[in-house]
């Protein structure tokens, strides 16, 4: 199993700046793609970023392009999500999730899930 624990959410003016990690421990050997998703009240869980672990190519979903960043840092076991000039439609719960075969911005591929943390985005 791997385990997953995501940090860095809070409560921020629009157009402001977050920085979310995700820890990833257990095996993570068998890792191959780490995600980012959101879920917003009222509305379904919906992809953001994803990143091949050990190649480093990436995935965005089309509303965060150019604004969010997604990086890995090997070493630490870590994931990073930098949000950049953030909207009050970015608030949502951000999930953290790990797959073994692709990369891909299909939710139900993902294997293993953090426990999310809050964005909020004031306007």
């Known amino acids: 199993q791997v385990q997953l624990v995501e940090s860095g959410g809070g409560l921020v003016q629009a157009g402001g700046s977050l920085r979310l990690s995700c820890a990833a421990s257990g095996r993570t050997s068998s890792v191959y793609t780490m995600g980012w998703f959101r879920q917003a009240p009222g509305k379904e869980r919906e992809f953001v970023a994803a990143i091949s672990w050990s190649g480093g190519r990436t995935l965005y979903a089309d509303s965060v392009k150019g604004r969010f960043t997604i990086s890995r840092d090997a070493a630490k076991k870590t994931v990073y999500l930098q949000m950049n000039s953030l909207e009050p439609e970015d608030t949502a719960v951000y999930y953290c999730?790990?797959?073994?075969?692709?990369?891909?911005?299909?939710?139900?591929?993902?294997?293993?899930w953090g426990q999310g943390t809050q964005v909020t985005v004031s306007s």
């Open positions: 999730a790990s797959d073994k075969w692709r990369l891909t911005l299909s939710s139900a591929q993902y294997d293993y």
